[in-house]
């Protein structure tokens, strides 16, 4: 199988990588490739305008969109998930007309459910941000698409190299406050969703990308801090109150295909982090 990833960054190397060892041709697309691993071979290009012609491989037979904003703004996020994702489809009806398949990375951010909800792919999807507003723009050009195109909701993503994740992590509101529930996904499960999704013969259009567990932000926190032998690190009530969206994610429809996670819960991905 020819693979393209576009936007081949944290998650898509990794996805590469195990796309490459499965003995598929991958193919990273990035603006300075340069930094791929030799396993991905590398395509530099800009997915902020119209793809000159002769820029992709021809013949591919799925492609994944995972790039990340470049930017905390609106003109960012526009030019990330819905400029990038039109120019590439553009690009490929002359290069690869016969793809069979466009996997998309959005974000659980496209919900702004606040009341520890559970939100599953059915829940409405009303964001009151503009990057959530952006991502699910994003998701109507690739389903509205000239491709069969599936699309990944991740939430929160974590993993190897982003250790920004467990000092986040430490972070908990007051004792007394209402539940804030948070979701995540390992980098590696994130990949390996990804991966499989586009390996089923016929995958639905839209997955939520999340553990088994939507967990209370104290509980982690508190986990988190009993691992390292720290204390927990109490947020304000006024900063726990700047949070803008509260749910619980389920992913029953993506482990109902089949996919089984290597790190179901926070427990076992932080555990990997910090070492066993």
């Known amino acids: 199988m020819r693979v393209l990833i576009a936007g081949c960054g944290y ?4 996805l590469g990588l195990a796309l490459a060892a499965d003995g598929h041709e991958v193919f ?6 340069g930094t791929l691993p030799p396993e991905i071979k590398p395509v530099s290009t800009d997915l902020a305008r119209p793809l000159p012609a002769g820029a992709l491989p021809p013949d591919l037979d799925v492609a ?4 990340s904003a470049a930017g905390a703004n609106d003109e960012a996020y526009r030019t990330a998930y819905v400029e ?6 553009a690009s ?9 398949r466009f996997l998309f990375t959005s974000s659980t951010g496209v919900y702004a459910q606040k009341n520890g909800e559970w939100v599953d792919e059915d829940s409405p999807a009303e964001p009151e941000t503009y990057s959530g507003r952006r991502l699910l723009e994003g998701e109507r050009v690739v389903l509205g698409g ?17 250790t920004r994740s467990v000092d986040r992590a430490l972070e908990a509101p007051p004792p007394e406050a209402p539940p804030v529930y ?3 996904i390992h980098r590696d499960d994130c990949a390996g969703a990804l991966r499989h999704l586009a390996l089923l013969p016929k995958p639905g259009p839209l997955y939520l990308g999340v553990d088994h567990e939507p967990a209370e932000k104290r509980a982690v926190a508190e986990w988190l801090a009993a691992r390292l032998g720290v204390p927990v690190r109490e947020q304000t009530s006024s900063g726990s109150a700047r949070r803008r969206t509260n749910k619980r994610c389920s992913n029953a429809r993506l482990v109902s295909t089949g996919y089984e996670f290597r790190y179901p ?3 076992e991905g932080f555990a990997a982090l910090l070492g066993g």
């Open 84 to 89: 990038g994702p039109r120019n590439l489809l």
């Open 64 to 67: 994944f969109y995972t790039a």
């Open 28 to 33: 990273g697309l990035r603006r300075n490739p």
């Open 92 to 100: 490929l009806i002359s290069s690869s007309p016969g793809l069979r």
């Open 182 to 184: 948070t979701n995540r």
């Open 11 to 14: 998650v898509g190397s990794a």
């Open 265 to 267: 819960t926070f427990r």
């Open 146 to 162: 000239p491709y069969p195109a599936t699309v990944l909701r991740p939430a929160g993503i974590y993993g190897p190299g982003r």
